[in-house]
């Protein structure tokens, strides 16, 4: 294709081959296999991955277990200075890596570049947080010195999600490296280009074997999960594969220690004293349709309206979503790209038809826009009214651009329906009121809740949910020590007296 729109493609993919990193060489699938990677804004082939095997995991991990006594004994400071300097390449490759998440995943190329700048606060933040761990001396009892000391685990094993490929593959390791431990990733199959890429970055700034790529399926990260030399795991990902995991980790005859971060439904609960032109605004940008289709983790995707002022949020919602242009994820111009694979689309319209059927009221969207290339996995951002608990658009995860309207007018009606899920990453509270919106902040079940404000979440604040959303708290201090095992060491002093006795006579 010689288009305008192919131009990035034969800049960022074309020449490039995708390989696997292991032990500080590029490599292929020991037995050869490939995955296509499909453009899902074209539906074109754009090149391959490999498909690796647990072989394959086998010599990542044995790469990292052989690098960590030596990159535990850096230091801090050691391991800092490597952050630095992949922090400079990340930088400088920023164009690239945003492309890259846009050809491959989507997301529009303006929100990637976004997601790219973000990374700096992590990987200058957790240096710094783990030059602020301590130890603690603990007077349990007389005569006895007990202090406590951090070892890392050693290897650990870290499975992502496809929907923020190049942040997720920068910022999650991060933590588990500054604590000494050596990697083994992997990238969701859909959407692995950008964290192949930079696998040359990391192999740059880091020591061979410290941080191994694997690319593939279910199979790569059973391997990974099953593996008798990881015993640490962190995995972003769905409620489903979260079970599988737990499950696989204790089937594997070792006790993990394995950290979730999971799906949500996340309640925006409005209250009628709200100013209506904020909210509206805040209900589209906590859907994060402008950062990645609405497929967040934490997108307000079930918004539970006071019926006093119902119909105007709907009718304000309906209006400003009108001017969210949906696009090649490639193009400038684009706000919406289209969902990550076809298989994931035909999902979301399945949803969208669902949500008909089952009596709510489609506002707007839902379709395909005119247009754009036919085989790319468009959604004009659906909008819902009249939702109820009883229909599989108010319950289940979409993840995906469809947002569902309740209404309500009984306060503990509307926080029972807000709890009522297995899931509670995120919420917000919309109210001028402060009492309400504390006493709401408190009652909603939830890990991370905003009080007039949506999406945002900064490092150094523990991200994580509640229920079946998550295990564990992310981006935030307490996180590093869930990288390192901890120590008592108990030394018995005696009585100083006597020994100073026995030393001097
Ligand atoms: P997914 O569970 O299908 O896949 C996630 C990763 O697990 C992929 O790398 C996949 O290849 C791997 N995987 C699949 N089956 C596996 C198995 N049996 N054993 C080991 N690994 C396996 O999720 P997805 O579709 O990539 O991502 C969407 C989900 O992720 C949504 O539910 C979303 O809410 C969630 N998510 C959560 C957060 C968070 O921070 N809480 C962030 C992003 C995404």
Not at 346 to 359: A, F, K, L, M, T
Request: with cysteine; aromatic share 8%.
């Amino acid at each position: 294709m010689d288009t305008p729109l192919s131009d990035p493609i034969s800049r960022y993919v074309r020449p490039h081959e995708f390989k696997m990193l292991i032990d500080g060489k590029f490599v292929g699938s020991a037995e050869g296999g490939v995955r296509a990677v499909l453009d899902p804004s074209t539906g074109q082939e754009l090149t391959q991955i490999p498909l690796s095997t647990a072989d394959d995991v086998d010599r990542a991990t044995a790469a990292a277990q052989q690098a960590q006594p030596a990159w535990e004994a850096l230091g801090v400071d050691g391991r800092a200075a490597c952050f630095a300097r992949f922090g400079e390449l990340v930088a400088e490759n920023r164009e690239r890596l945003a492309m890259l998440d846009a050809i491959d995943c989507g997301n529009p190329v303006k929100a990637m570049r976004t997601d790219i700048d973000i990374c700096k606060a992590y990987l200058d933040g957790w240096p710094a947080f783990a030059r602020s761990l301590t130890g603690d001396v603990i007077p349990a009892s007389p005569g006895n010195l007990h202090y406590t000391a951090h070892r890392p685990y050693g290897v650990v094993g870290r499975i992502t999600a496809f929907n923020h490929p190049v942040m997720f593959a920068i910022t999650r390791p991060l933590p588990s490296l500054i604590t000494g431990n050596t990697l083994v990733m992997k990238p969701s199959d859909e959407t692995s280009l950008s964290t192949l890429a930079l696998a040359e970055l990391f192999n740059e700034a880091f020591p061979p074997g410290v941080v191994n790529i694997v690319t593939g399926d279910a199979g790569t990260g059973d391997a990974i999960v099953t593996h008798p030399k990881i015993k640490r795991l962190a995995f972003t990902g769905s409620v489903p594969t979260g079970l599988i995991i737990q499950r696989r980790a204790a089937e594997s005859g070792q006790v993990k220690h394995v950290s979730l971060e999971l799906g949500g439904k996340n309640a925006m609960i409005v209250f009628p004293d709200v100013d209506l032109d904020l909210a509206a605004e805040g209900a589209i940008q906590g859907m994060n349709l402008d950062v990645c289709q609405g497929q967040s983790c934490g997108s307000n995707s079930r918004i539970l309206v006071h019926a006093k002022i119902y119909d105007e949020f709907v009718n304000r919602v309906a209006a400003k979503l009108g001017d969210y242009r949906v696009g090649v994820a490639y193009d400038e111009s684009t706000d919406v790209g289209p969902v990550a694979g076809k298989a994931h689309w035909n999902r979301v319209n399945g949803y969208i038809e669902s949500g008909v059927e089952q009596g709510a009221t489609l506002v707007r969207g839902g379709g395909r826009p005119a247009g754009l290339p036919e085989g790319g996995n468009f959604i004009d951002p659906a909008l819902f009214a009249d939702v109820t608990l009883d229909m599989r658009i108010g319950t289940e995860e979409i993840f995906g651009p469809v947002m569902s309207v309740f209404r309500w007018d009984d306060y503990d009606t509307m926080l029972a329906e807000a709890n009522a899920l297995d899931l509670g990453l995120t919420a917000s509270v919309w109210t001028n009121d402060l009492a309400i919106a504390h006493k709401t902040a408190d009652a909603v079940e939830a890990g991370y809740v905003w009080i007039n404000d949506s999406t945002r979440h900064y490092f150094g604040t523990p991200f994580g949910g509640v229920k079946n959303s998550a295990l564990g708290r992310e981006e935030s201090k307490d996180e590093l020590l869930t990288f390192l095992e901890q120590k008592v060491v108990h030394t018995r002093l005696g009585d100083p007296h006597t020994a100073l006795a026995r030393l001097l006579s």
